[in-house]
């Protein structure tokens, strides 16, 4: 049996040798020096050689491990030199198939994204294309197939999320073109096939009296406080209903001794006008209500790192949809939509303080087209928005029960 220390004694010679390792293992010494692992094997009457690896590369131990493997096959009736090849086409298969590349290009740009965008593009393609198309070769797919795979998603009414993942399949198209695995974009070319979609605006409640009644209804209903209070804070505050399932605790440490919410820049993806390039922060000024409600949550969800943390998964967040249900369940199905808060706030405070039109835009993290706007809406204007924070919170709370009081209510 061979040592390592007789293979690294071993020379070259004016012609190739082999070193036997027993059991049909050997190592073949070529005249430039190269040591290479070989196993000689008998399959279906005839000698063949199994190409295991360079020595050190590999080494004595895994090269009896892989004789051990090549004997298991030989054993099971299976020639493992035909398996290996076998094993090698399937990797290069894998590469070229649409749900490799998918992947690949996922894996490339994940770094760019925020978390919840980076799980919504993943899940998107696990949830409804993987299955369908994920273990065809990516050169096999046409147009057909890619709005084959889309008509299901528009069939329940998704057609933002159709349009969205056919966005997505178009640059996992690219990146295979560009990388001379695909000659063409098939997902570009069904574009214009899709079901159109109805452009207006998002669903709301735009009077006071209205949405202080949509409020008591939701706090009413069976459901986990842990949306009820989303949908509290998301009225309170006008911010997006992404960016609030996102919030991580440590951008509310101090909420009680500092009521203002500082969202990070890669939240909000805000960008100046006047400098594309720069971004900023988006500060929320809390009102004695919005702290109340972060209090009572933190009871549920303080010891994990998301203030609404997705039910099945404590370290994903809360999905959107989980507030959109709520909604639908109190009787607002076709009438308001967790986004709307935004238009409720806009309408009713614009009516109310049509003097602070720029401000009540600035604390929607609107930016302004025109630059003198953007550069008016860059200064902060912190004292009067806080005042017109309080003011909002004071009309639209003005019914509502405690939130200490949503902890105990009835749950789903």
């Known amino acids: ?69 090549a004997k298991a096959l030989l054993d099971d009736h299976k020639d493992p030199g035909a398996t290996k090849k076998l094993r090698k086409l399937n990797a290069v298969n894998a590469a070229t198939t649409f749900e490799g590349l998918a992947r690949e290009w996922y894996d490339l740009n994940k770094p760019q994204w925020v978390a919840r965008h980076a799980d919504d593009v993943i899940n998107s393609l696990e949830k409804e294309i993987f299955p369908l198309l994920g273990k065809v070769q990516i050169r096999d797919l046409s147009p057909p197939d890619i709005l084959a795979a889309l008509r299901p998603i528009e069939g329940r ?22 990388s001379g695995r695909a000659d063409f974009d098939p997902a570009a070319m069904v574009q214009g096939a899709m079901a159109p979609l109805k452009k207006g605006r998002r669903l709301a409640i735009t009077d006071l009296t209205k ?81 109340e409600a972060i209090v009572a949550l933190r009871q549920i969800s303080g010891r994990g790192p998301l203030a609404f943390p997705n039910a099945r998964h404590s370290h994903k967040p809360m999905s959107e949809n989980a507030m959109g249900y709520l909604l639908n369940r109190a009787g607002y199905h076709g009438h308001h939509v967790p986004h709307g808060f935004r238009s409720t706030f806009s309408t009713i405070m614009n009516e109310r303080f049509p003097a602070d039109r720029y401000i009540i835009d600035l604390m929607l993290a609107h930016v302004s087209k025109e630059k003198t706007e953007g550069r008016y809406n860059r200064a902060e204007h912190l004292a009067r928005r806080t005042e017109l924070a309080q003011e909002w919170a004071d009309l639209i709370a003005a019914d509502m029960v405690p939130a200490v009081e949503i902890l105990s209510g009835r749950r789903r």
Do not use: C
Request: positive net charge; hydrophobic residues 40%.
């Open 157 to 178: 009414g998704a057609k933002d999320t159709a349009r969205r993942i056919r966005q997505r399949m178009s640059a996992i198209f690219q990146y295979a073109i560009a």
């Open 1 to 69: 049996m061979l040592t390592d220390i007789r293979i690294k004694k071993e020379k070259p010679r004016e012609k190739p040798f082999k070193i036997a390792d027993g059991g049909g293992l050997f190592l073949y010494v070529t005249p430039s020096g190269g040591k290479l692992w070989r196993f000689r094997y008998t399959f279906g009457g005839k000698e063949k050689l199994l190409s295991i690896g360079k020595y050190p590369a590999v080494s004595l131990l895994d090269a009896r491990t892989e004789r051990a493997k």
């Open 211 to 291: 949405a202080r009644e949509m409020l008591a209804k939701v706090d009413a209903e069976v459901a986990h406080p842990v949306t009820k209070l989303a949908i509290r804070i998301l009225a309170l505050t006008a911010v997006r209903p992404g960016t609030l399932a996102g919030t991580p605790w440590h951008e509310w440490d101090d909420v009680e001794g500092n009521p203002l919410w500082q969202i990070p820049a890669e939240r909000m993806k805000l960008r100046l006008h006047f400098k594309e390039d720069e971004s900023r922060d988006h500060l929320v000024p809390l009102p004695s209500q919005a702290v």
